[in-house]
């Protein structure tokens, strides 16, 4: 069973705050027949100015816990949620490379699967070229939501 499927049997709607992957996530879950019924929308922020005035993230907490961190992904998905009024949010943000940034290895993935009432955070790392991580990291994230569902 797919995510679409899945979503449509739980009477669930989705929405993604997306850094590292670009909209890569809303893009797979919009490639599945049916995704109109469950995907109410998406917002790619993928600098720190975009995160704070799009997703109401605080700068101060982007500094001091990283853009890339468990804190940055949870207030992205929690931000998305809230303004798309749907039922789960995925958030993504990391390093793609080659290079690492803000001390964070190329590869390094954190995401935030907030499903209802509760939260998921999880850090991967994926190797390959930069945009081989950002296509592993957009197919885990709807992998791992088909799990957590």
């Given amino acids: 069973m797919n995510l679409v499927e899945k979503l449509k049997k739980l009477n669930l709607t989705i929405c993604t705050a997306e850094s590292i992957t670009g909209g890569m996530i809303a ?3 919009c490639n599945i027949e049916g995704a109109s ?3 109410n929308g998406g917002i ?3 600098t720190k100015k975009i995160k704070q005035k799009l997703l109401g993230l605080n700068m101060d907490d982007i500094n001091k816990y990283g853009v890339y961190s468990e804190k940055t992904v949870f207030s992205m998905a929690k931000a998305v949620k809230e303004k798309t009024e749907s039922d789960i949010a995925i958030a993504t943000s990391g390093v793609a490379g080659p290079y690492s940034d803000e001390n964070v290895a190329p590869g390094t993935v954190y995401f ?5 009432d509760k939260y998921f955070l999880e850090k991967k790392v994926f190797n390959g070229s930069r945009n081989e991580v950002r296509s592993k990291a957009s197919m885990y994230a709807c992998e791992r939501l088909i799990d957590l569902l």
């Fill in 27 to 29: 893009s797979n879950i």
């Fill in 37 to 39: 019924q469950v995907f």
């Fill in 112 to 116: 935030c699967f907030y499903i209802k």
């Fill in 44 to 46: 790619v922020a993928y």
